[in-house]
């Protein structure tokens, strides 16, 4: 199984492989996360692997008799054929909003370079799309493959309704089932969707398949709370799209009382589409009282000179709630510093990474190890 899309890849992917490990199945995984054989874990250096790492892990999932795949497509990997001559059972799309336009160039080549996945299916594969996205359509246009919708607004074979939406979970009416999830973010009610639409689809009864599904753990560094003491509500999360972080910020606000402050601590990596830097900080501006603006990876990029683009696209209005710490350590520290209880910190960008990328060097570095630090070294 194939997911592709700007967001919720990951998401999908993790949790497609925990369901059908749960239901007895032995599966594979190939995500951002990592790669999994069964239970066998190898790290992940790229989204999508290059074609003989892939066809390698492929190849060990046969051998290791896995009955399933569930593997994340990116659109570097269909531009450079890094898939070609895989037979895909199905394959899923997420969403298309702004990213990766340094190597597409343009939006329309971006669309073109994911539409290759359904393109390329058989007549014997299934295509599954978010309808309710515009471009959800035109992914099947000329696909060989049998087409099904996943939509919350639109009319689709599977659709849902959020009934509540809060920290602890989120419940949902799928196919006039009440279900209860661990995962929360009406983004996130999109991607449960897709989940049961495959599982469905490759034949899993609906009711075991949501029943199993109401006991999933969200994907690391995806909206995830980072314990403490201080009675705050602390999160780190992988979004570095500006679309991404906007979805994030709306689902947060959603849950605030109003009598607490959002304090969002965000930064924009080096070498990568330069376009969304200013996008990014303003749309943090928006939906936050505070935000702290700091570097990503960097790269080969002055980090400075990052912030200085990003820096660029807050309003005149919104200066006085940003505040620039090159520095990403010190950055989430200030945020903890600033937070009062009941104050809300989301640490966006990273997520799940375990480095930073500074110059030609993989440091190592952990967005929710060093809140968690900096909220226990604060608190003393």
């Known amino acids: 199984m194939g997911v592709t899309g700007t967001n919720g890849k990951t998401t999908i992917a993790f949790l497609l492989y925990n369901l059908f490990q749960a239901a007895g199945y032995n599966c594979g995984l190939l995500s951002t996360i990592e790669n999994k054989v ?138 006039g089932r009440q279900v209860w999830f661990r995962i929360f973010g009406a983004f996130n009610a999109y991607n449960l969707l897709a989940v049961y639409g495959v599982a469905v689809l490759l034949g899993v009864d609906p009711a075991e398949t949501l029943t199993l599904m109401s006991d999933l753990q969200a994907a690391p560094g995806r909206l995830e709370q980072v314990a403490n003491n201080m009675g705050l509500t602390a999160l780190v999360d992988y979004a570095h799209t500006p679309d991404a972080l906007e979805k994030v910020l709306q689902t947060i606000t959603e849950f605030r009382s109003g009598n607490e402050q959002l304090i969002t601590v965000v930064g924009c990596g080096g070498d990568r589409d330069k376009e969304k830097r200013p996008l990014i900080s303003a749309i943090a501006c928006r939906y936050s009282e505070k935000v702290v603006v700091t570097s990503d990876n960097p790269r080969s990029e002055d980090p400075d000179k990052i912030i200085d683009e990003m820096m660029a696209g807050i309003s005149i209005s919104d200066k006085r709630k940003a505040i620039r710490i090159s520095d990403r350590e010190e950055a989430i520290k200030t945020a903890c510093l600033l937070a009062q209880t009941k104050d809300i910190i989301l640490v966006a960008g990273k997520g799940h990474e375990d480095y930073q990328i500074i110059k030609d060097k993989k440091l190592p570095f952990n967005d929710r190890e060093v809140l968690g630090r900096m909220l226990t070294l604060t608190n003393n």
């Open 38 to 175: 069964g239970d066998k874990i190898y790290p992940a250096t790229h989204t999508t692997p290059d074609a003989i790492q892939l066809n390698k892990m492929l190849a060990e999932m046969v051998s290791k008799k896995c009955g399933y795949c569930f593997m994340e497509v990116s659109s570097h990997a269909l531009s450079q054929h890094r898939t070609a001559g895989l037979d895909f059972t199905g394959a899923i799309f997420t969403n298309l909003s702004h990213d990766h336009l340094d190597y597409h160039q343009t939006f329309d080549a971006y669309i073109k370079a994911k539409k290759i996945l359904f393109d390329n299916l058989s007549n014997k594969a299934f295509a599954l799309v978010n309808v309710d996205d515009k471009r959800g359509k035109v992914m099947v246009q000329n696909t060989k493959a049998e087409k099904h919708f996943f939509a919350l607004k639109s009319a689709a074979e599977f659709k849902a309704k959020i009934i509540t939406n809060n920290l602890d979970g989120l419940e949902l009416d799928i196919d």
